[in-house]
């Protein structure tokens, strides 16, 4: 695996990729990487003759009071998972530097209405952040495919739509998530929770579950957001939205044909959960 930590060097391992003609997939993610990450980067190795990873924490889509600078580091661990899958270049940029010079060069990057609301509407600005740099990681790479996980839905709908407009032949393919054993959705954060809420966490997933069960007797939507909300907070989540949406991220109108989904955020102690299940 090459590992490059300079744009400059990038951008000419990216030429040198380019001019042999490979198929080029990126996966980009922030790092601590657990299984979750790493079924994104086989993905990427079954559609695409070179996989880049990135990992760089991107200080834009972290609030003031957020964990930016505790977020989980560790990029020897990391960097042996992805040898071990052959995953060909990494690009760690060494400094910010690297990959943001101008930021206002990124201002039209916004993620808009449907990114204010569910996750955007506790974490103002975060999504504005995410297209920055995922938008300034496709400029630099122009893959041909990128991998990222269904488990962040609205991040990946935003993304989609971002592509959609400025790099129309790049194909994003979206990945499921990777859960433990009792279903809690991999995450960095979950490397925060201690041990009473690590026994606690995977009844956020089945309360989702039992939510969709009791939506499809009652199907009434705000009584059943009341039922899953009650029953999270049994189990002391503190409770940011339960959601049930359009998978287009719009109003549900239910007995259509429309997929759904229902998308929740949480707060165990003080480590954020989110999770999604889409269903008919
Ligand atoms: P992050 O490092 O949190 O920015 O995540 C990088 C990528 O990994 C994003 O596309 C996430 O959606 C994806 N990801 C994170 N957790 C999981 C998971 N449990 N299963 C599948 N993909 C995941």
Redesign the pocket.
Known sequence: MIILDTKKDYKNHINLLKSRGEIISLV????NLHN??L??VKIAKQNSSKVITTIFINPLQFGKDEDFASYPRTINKDISKLKKLNCDVLFVPKSQNEVFNNIDNLKHLKAGPKGSILCGNFRPGHFDGVLKVVYTLFKLTYPDLSV??L??FQ??YLIKQMAKIYFPKLKIIS?????TKNGL????RNSYLDKESIKTAPLFYRTLLDGINNLNNSNNVEETIKYITANLEKNRFIVNYVSFLTTELEKLKLNTSERKILLSSVKLGQTRLIDNIEFN
Request: aromatic share 4%.
């Open positions: 980009p993610t922030m790092g979750g990450h079924s994104l990222f996980g488990k962040d991040q990946l990945a499921p998530t990777i859960r959705a991999l995450s960095s």
